[in-house]
């Protein structure tokens, strides 16, 4: 006889990829035959659902500030309204332990729903090289550093952060100009903080290397 298949759940939910409202159907498993009456059921089910529970679903701007030629320990994240330009807050407050000089952002989206916020900290008033920062996305508590400070291959005055694949982190560090030592892209692993080398400048021509944003 014709298989049958019953709706078991349906919601609306933000996707991790798009922030659109995405539909998520689960069911038993079994063949169905009429994807017009499936498709009707499911949709009625979020007609049905009053408009206070639907999910809102907002993209967000985040913004690294920094106040290098001022006060150390002014440095922020900010959030806009990706769409209006309304300003959200901030997810991370000035007088964060180690942020100074913030510069490039990224999340860290091939861990999943766990993404967490990674920051550069250049550092350029302290006596320490820079790091990579990490806070959580959600309420910005400050997590342990990817790549901390006093890393033995961390750079020396990091910009520009990308992600990779296989979890590859490329950071961009500007060397340190007034000793003449110039700069490099490191490698790093986004799961472990693992350093996995440098990109090889060799190919450049210039008189000096200073790699800052990066794609």
Request: hydrophobic fraction near 40%.
């Amino acid at each position: 006889g014709p298989c049958s298949h019953r709706v078991i759940g349906c919601k609306a939910r933000c996707s991790a990829a798009n922030s659109s409202p995405v539909l998520a159907v689960a069911h038993d498993g079994r063949m169905k035959t009429d994807v017009k009456k499936f498709l009707l059921a499911a949709i009625s089910l979020l007609v049905a659902t009053p408009a206070s529970a639907a999910p809102i679903c907002t993209d967000i701007l985040y913004i690294a500030d920094n106040n290098v030629a001022a006060v150390q320990g002014d440095d922020f994240v900010a959030r806009f309204d990706a769409e209006t330009g309304g300003y959200l807050g901030k997810l991370v407050s000035p007088g964060t332990p180690d942020l100074s000089g913030a510069r490039g952002l990224i999340f860290d989206t091939q861990a999943g729903p766990n993404s967490n916020l990674l920051v550069v900290s250049q550092s350029p008033l302290l006596s320490t090289n820079g790091a990579v920062l990490v806070f959580d996305r959600i309420d910005g508590t400050q997590l342990a550093p990817l790549v901390p400070s006093t890393a033995p291959d961390g750079p020396f005055a990091p910009q520009g952060i990308v992600l990779g694949p296989h979890n590859i982190v490329y950071v961009a560090d500007i060397g340190l100009p007034a000793s003449g030592i110039n700069g490099r892209v490191t490698l790093w692993h986004a799961r472990t903080g693992a350093y996995l080398g440098d990109l090889d400048p060799n190919g450049f021509t210039g008189e000096v290397y200073r790699p800052r944003g990066l794609v």
